[in-house]
């Protein structure tokens, strides 16, 4: 058997499958087409009013801006941690008892504050009010909760209420 015999016997076959390839290849090449056209509008949206000197010093001051932006937060980011650690240091808990310090004075004029940092550092005021002879005021160092000089019942509860606040800053 030829060629030509075979291409007789099995003409149908092939002008059919001929037929099946070009519907397929030509509706590729339609595809390809829609998507060069969308492909093109983009292009000429990202180009437009912009030559190619110009698009590239566009592209190079945005990577400044972001540049100078990571160095501000790197700034910004150091500042705060300066910040939380001089917080540390700030008088952050605070104890306050009112009393009488005599029987027969009313109204509670007299009172101890407690002013303390993180570390219970800091200092216990005590200001004992008496009418006949004015005011007295004193003042105790506290170091990591105690004192080294005798504390009064109401300087104990003042210090207490201060050790025992969690108002402060983490």
């Not at 002008?15 to 290849?25: N, Q």
């Amino acid at each position: 058997m030829n060629i030509m015999d075979f291409i007789e016997e099995n003409s149908l076959i092939i002008v059919l499958s001929l037929m099946v390839s070009s519907i397929l290849f030509v509706t590729m090449i339609i595809v390809l087409f829609i998507r060069m056209s969308k492909l093109n509008k983009k292009y000429k949206k990202f180009m437009a009013g912009a030559s190619g000197e110009n698009l590239e010093s566009q592209i190079l001051s945005r990577f400044a801006a972001i540049d100078k932006l990571e160095a501000e937060t790197k700034n910004i980011n150091q500042n705060i941690e300066k910040i939380k650690e001089n917080l540390l240091l700030t008088y952050q808990k605070i104890g306050v008892v009112k009393y009488d310090a005599f029987k027969e004075m009313g109204g509670k004029l007299s009172f101890v504050l407690v002013l303390l940092n993180k570390e219970n550092t800091g200092f216990l005021l005590n200001s004992v009010h008496s009418s006949r002879e004015g005011c007295y005021t004193y003042l105790k160092e506290i170091i990591k909760g105690e004192s080294f000089i005798e504390l009064s019942e109401d300087e104990k509860k003042a210090l207490s209420q201060a050790v025992n606040c969690n108002n402060y800053m983490e």
